[in-house]
């Protein structure tokens, strides 16, 4: 490991706000990516599941 | 020649079934990778000798920045083939990438500020690869926004696709912005052809990288699509032989 301690890491000589506030922006962007598509398919599958159920007579 | 492969990308069905085993593992490895270049670019790999260690917002900033650019080059394809060829998956694919190419040109721009900061003293510069990725921010949520406000499908697919190519010659700006102007952007660290300016213990985290970025994409991307395709195909017989319940 390049840091001799984790204080030293968070701290990266007085850059460590600049760079874990660059990582902690890309894990929300990443995080977005993801999990709008995945609500999205929720909604769809709610909504087929409703329509089904109405064209599906039952036995 | 047999062309009967291209067709049958251009079919929703085809696609959506042969996607369906991809989605999973390409998400795992994407985030396993984007976990093991992290880590390396943050606790094992060297300090710069001039810019000490911000220098590892490279490992986010660079990543988004290809990606918002290559996106924008998908989206022109896409455009180009919507008008030739009308293949149906194109304006699917138009629909899906518009928003993750403005997500990461977002982060490639903000990554930038905050890297700019420590090492320019200042957050912002009105030179030419800044400006010219604001603008190609612009043209994404431009793409975005006639696409919510068309009035119908059709016109959205075929307003999108012409602002997509006319939006396309700000591509070779950006690419070549640092080269034609005097910013104060630094010059290209990685390099088709010629050796990279970039340290062997910096470039291996990079690359990478650059390798986890490109496979979140396309797990992102095959996710919006799918969704898309679904949305577009819902009243076709296979797709609402999907929900029947066994």
């Known amino acids: 490991m390049f840091f001799d301690s984790l204080e030293s890491m968070l701290n990266m000589g ?46 | 020649m047999n062309f009967s492969w291209f067709y049958k990308l251009g079919s929703p069905k085809w696609f959506y079934s042969m996607t369906t085993s991809w989605v999973k593992p390409i998400g795992i490895l994407s985030l396993a990778l984007m976990i093991i270049a992290f880590v390396w670019g943050l606790a094992y790999a060297p300090a710069d000798y001039l810019q000490g260690n911000s220098y590892r917002i490279i490992f986010i900033h660079v990543p988004s920045a290809f990606l918002a650019e290559s996106i924008y080059c998908m989206l022109a394809v896409c455009a180009f083939l919507f008008f030739i060829w009308r293949v149906k998956l194109t304006d699917v694919f138009l629909e899906s990438l518009a928003p993750i ?58 307003g999108c696709a012409i602002l997509t190519v006319v939006g396309a010659i700000n591509i070779p700006i950006i690419k070549f912005s640092v080269d034609w102007w005097n910013t104060l952007h630094q010059g290209a660290t990685l390099k088709i052809t010629g050796a990279s300016t970039i340290a062997t213990e910096m470039l291996h985290p990079l690359l990478l990288s650059i390798v986890a970025f490109y496979l979140f994409f396309v797990f992102v991307l095959l996710l919006r699509v799918r969704n898309n395709l679904l949305l ?15």
């Open chain 1, 14 to 59: 007085n850059h460590g706000k600049y760079v874990w506030s660059s990582y902690a922006i890309t894990t929300v962007i990443l995080l977005w990516n993801f999990i709008s598509p995945i609500m999205v398919k929720h909604k769809i599958q709610q909504k087929s599941a409703i329509v089904s159920s109405k064209t599906i007579k039952p036995n």
């Open chain 2, 101 to 158: 190419g403005a997500s990461f040109c977002l982060l490639a721009l903000v990554t930038g500020a905050i890297w700019g900061k420590p090492t320019w003293g200042t957050w912002w510069v009105w030179d030419a690869r800044l400006t010219s990725m604001l603008i190609l921010l612009f043209l994404y949520l431009g793409i975005i926004a006639f696409r919510q406000a068309a009035t119908s499908r059709k016109n959205a697919d075929r």
């Open chain 2, 232 to 246: 577009r195909e819902s009243k076709t017989k296979w797709v609402n032989s999907l929900f029947i319940p066994n």
